[in-house]
């Protein structure tokens, strides 16, 4: 058979296991939806009710916190970033935290409203919009480390009907749980473990093999984007800071953070043509070390579905090299 050989790969991070196969993209797809929906997915609906604009705060529960301008009162219109709990949430704060195999569903479930204007795309937020989404980012993380029962907080947003969103308008979730899930207490195990043998974090060690073997995307002073090793979805990248910072509120240059992710997404949806995809933010919980972890975004472009081989076995197969889809994206970074 001709074509890039298959291989197989190893997450550094997790020890997961994927199959890189270029071939299988060349599969034959007759089954109507067979592909995953991209860009019609992620158009912005023309619902004038959105309950995420600005004027329609009566629409969701009272805010916690807010952006707004000067003299705007709560839960009324003046605001360009809001922060409300969910009003549909997954876990419930008023319930008593257990353990064991059955339990309550205590926990914190809540939403970031990113902008008041009906968008549906972060690349065409301002510059200080998605600035003032990081910090929140930043504040809720704080605020919700400080939650008694609450031991670690996940960050997240979808993009796109294919990701899982039910709401076009911009906006993150924040969940705080009280237990470490199963995916970042991985990844804290096999950081601890590399720093205990070589003494570095490897993320930041992996950074210098990334740039070496045509993974890296771009990068600013202080911070880095690479497309994952051993990827779940083709073209998926990760965003990092260039330092051992652990615990994410670390962060002070959320400007430069913020220019480098919105450069990489526009990249993302001109080679793609607007994708939907998931991000989520890894970060240290507050309440114990974590030696040799370093805070880091994790983007998942939505270019394949799961299937059984996957299911069935946990390892993943993808059809672009990370070093073709580095290539790629470096290509259309916008100046």
Not at 105 to 125: A, C, D, K, M, W
Not at 155 to 181: I, Y
Not at 285 to 298: I, K, L, N, T
């Amino acid at each position: 058979m001709n074509g890039v050989a298959p291989e197989y790969r190893t997450c550094p991070l997790t020890g997961r296991q994927v199959v890189v196969a270029p071939e299988r993209a060349a599969r034959p797809m007759t089954l109507d939806h067979a592909a995953p929906h991209s860009r019609q997915s992620r158009d912005v609906d023309g619902r004038p009710e959105c309950p995420f604009c600005e004027g329609m705060e009566h629409d969701t529960p009272g805010e916690i916190a807010a952006v707004r301008a000067p003299g705007s009162l709560p839960n009324g219109p003046g605001w360009t970033l809001r922060v409300v709990p969910n009003k549909f949430p997954a876990v419930r704060p008023t319930l008593e935290p257990g353990g064991g195999l059955r339990s309550p569903g205590f926990g914190v479930h809540e939403l970031i409203l990113e902008t008041g204007r009906h968008t549906s795309n972060p690349t065409e937020q301002t510059p200080a919009e998605f600035t003032a989404v990081l910090a929140s980012y930043r504040d809720r993380l704080n605020a919700l480390h400080a939650t008694p029962g609450v031991e670690s907080v996940t960050v997240f947003k979808n993009v796109g009907a294919e990701s899982g969103a039910s709401l076009a308008h911009s906006h993150s979730q924040v969940v705080g749980l009280p237990f470490v899930p199963g995916e970042l207490s991985t990844e804290l195990f096999f950081a601890a473990d590399y720093h205990a043998l070589a003494g570095a974090a490897v993320l930041l060690d992996r950074l210098a093999i990334d740039r070496a073997e045509g993974r890296l995307i771009a990068e600013t002073p202080h911070f880095a984007a690479v497309t994952a090793f051993a990827p779940r979805f083709a073209y998926e990248f990760v965003v990092m800071p260039k330092a051992a910072q652990a615990y994410f509120p670390e962060v002070t240059r959320f400007d430069e953070l913020g220019a480098l992710m919105q450069r990489v997404l526009a990249a993302l949806d001109a080679v793609l043509h607007k994708p939907a995809y998931n991000w989520f933010l890894h970060t240290a919980p507050a309440s114990a070390p974590a030696p040799g972890f370093v805070w880091h975004f994790e983007v998942l472009p939505r270019t394949s579905r799961f299937a059984g081989f996957e299911w069935a076995t946990g390892c993943y197969i993808v059809t672009r090299t990370p070093e073709a889809a580095a290539a790629e994206l470096r290509g259309a970074l916008p100046p």
